[in-house]
């Protein structure tokens, strides 16, 4: 699977191998880390990710993808989705940057760049979660283009949705 690239970031598909090096906190020779990566939020989503390919298999292009800067490489975060579409054509997404690169819209811009590419795969539905609080967070997601639908005592949920391609598809076609 090829990098998503973007004007200032790479998206690189982690394999299941990338995801143990996060967990051991070990980058391979050909990966720079930058300060402050992984975080916990990094070690949690390779941890998913990882209990996505042992129970289904390698989900990609629906898993995990390392965030690294264009000008250098350094990973300074994550992004992907939680698993493979569900029966409606449905995913769910996360994304975290290092404190050190926060502010900068690098993690809107990483975003709008999954979405895009979730749409062009026929994904119908692509739903995500912040805390209440995070107010940063829920920033992103309304600049990427996702909208509140609910929220509960902890979390605010966000969603965005596309028309089903092959519903609008020429049936003479």
Known sequence: MDDLVTARLVLHP?????????LAGEP???TRWAPGYPTDG????????????????????FGAYEIRLR??????????????ADHSGSVTIGYGLIPSVQGKG?????LRALLAFARARGITCVQGDTDRDNIASQRVMTAAGM???????????????????????????
């Open 147 to 173: 909208e509140q639908f609910a929220e509960d005592e902890r979390l605010t949920y966000y969603k965005i949705t596309w028309p089903d391609a092959s519903a609008l598809a020429d049936p003479r076609a």
């Open 106 to 110: 690098y993690a809107s811009e990483a």
């Open 42 to 61: 990094d070690v949690a989503g390779a941890r998913r990710f990882l209990g996505v390919c042992a129970s289904t298999g390698d989900p990609q292009p």
């Open 14 to 22: 982690m394999s299941p191998g990338d995801a143990e090096r996060v």
């Open 71 to 84: 000008e250098d490489g350094q990973a300074i975060g994550g992004t992907g989705f939680h698993g493979p």
């Open 28 to 30: 391979d020779s050909s």
